[in-house]
């Protein structure tokens, strides 16, 4: 073997070697760029889940207004007993207030149990609201269910009203 030929061997072995070091640093730099755009991805879901949350409770608020010729406030327990005491069955005015409200409600929390809503800012925005929702209206709740024969009814209100005890550290 020539010294040329030696020479070029120890230039390509040198190629090789510089070219490994430049694919690793590549992948280093692609595996870099990966992560940020799945945090990137993970923190538009997440901002883009509130926003969902917000609007979706807006709309309560707005379906709330309508039916404020039939519901009181949601805090008002003796109010809210009176009401239930009024309402008889599903089909008289009161009772189809109390149906469409507790089902839009139960609505949101079964979206917040999926995740499709975030459990934080619910928590925020209308964590007493909700555990006043469930308390207040449970016996219109426990009857609806013995009527129905289903135990089931409403149990995302309250299930998500249990899990905003924890998390409301302050009154919302």
Not at 150 to 155: G, R, V
Request: glycine fraction near 6%; hydrophobic fraction near 45%.
């Amino acid at each position: 073997m020539t010294s040329f030929e030696r020479a070029s061997l120890v230039a390509a072995f040198a190629g090789v070697f510089v070219a490994l070091i430049a694919f690793v640093v590549e992948l280093g730099l692609l595996r870099r760029q990966i992560a940020q755009a799945t945090t990137s991805t993970k923190l538009d879901h997440a901002r883009r889940r509130m926003q969902a949350t917000i609007e979706f409770y807006e709309t309560t608020l707005s379906k709330r207004a309508e039916l404020r010729a039939y519901l009181p406030y949601d805090r008002d327990a003796a109010a809210v007993a009176a009401l239930l005491a009024r309402a008889s069955h599903e089909d008289d005015e009161p009772g189809k207030a109390i149906t469409e409200y507790l089902g839009l409600f139960e609505l949101l929390a079964a979206g917040v149990r999926t995740g499709v809503f975030d459990h934080g800012v619910i928590a925020r925005i209308a964590g007493s609201r909700i555990r006043a929702i469930a308390a207040n209206y449970g016996p219109w709740i426990e009857a609806r269910r013995r009527l129905h024969g289903n135990p089931a009814l409403y149990q995302e209100i309250e299930w998500l009203a249990r899990s905003l005890e924890p998390v409301t550290g302050r009154p919302s």
